[in-house]
Nanobody, 127 residues
Framework: QVQVVESGGGLVQAGGSLRLSCAYSGRTSSNHVMGWFRQAPGKEREFQAAIRWRGGAPYYANAAVNVRFTISRDYAKNTMYLQMNSLKPEDTAVYYC???????????????????WGQGTQVTVSS
């Protein structure tokens, strides 16, 4: 049975940092990908970053995300991370971890390609 569990959210002042964690348990395929999405109130869930479990360059939504956020994974601990620096009030959202079997890099930003989702963790950035 697959489980995806996020942790690490909280309240932080603008300019601060947080590290989100996502623990995954279950089988993985050769195309196993894990990603981070976020959803602010009244907005669509949007892709932030993803990484192939068995290696390869991480994939970010855009250069602006890449500058402040870093995705990584610890293969031995079955855990993925999102290090978020220089946080801004507009980063306030529920952050979700997702997992799926995805073949192409371009598809890694498509939330419909992910089969498993965590419950989400709230990140609030105060000004």
């Amino acid at each position: 049975q697959v489980q995806v569990v996020e942790s690490g959210g909280g309240l932080v002042q603008a300019g601060g940092s947080l590290r989100l964690s996502c623990a995954y348990s279950g089988r993985t395929s050769s195309n196993h990908v894990m990603g981070w999405f976020r959803q602010a109130p009244g907005k669509e869930r949007e892709f932030q970053a993803a990484i192939r479990w068995r290696g390869g360059a991480p994939y970010y939504a855009n250069a602006a995300v890449n500058v402040r956020f870093t995705i990584s994974r610890d293969y031995a601990k079955n855990t993925m991370y999102l290090q978020m620096n220089s946080l801004k009030p507009e980063d306030t959202a529920v952050y979700y971890c997702a997992a799926g079997s995805i073949e192409t890099t371009q598809a890694m930003s498509d939330k419909g390609r992910y089969s498993y989702w965590g419950q989400g963790t709230q990140v609030t950035v105060s000004s």
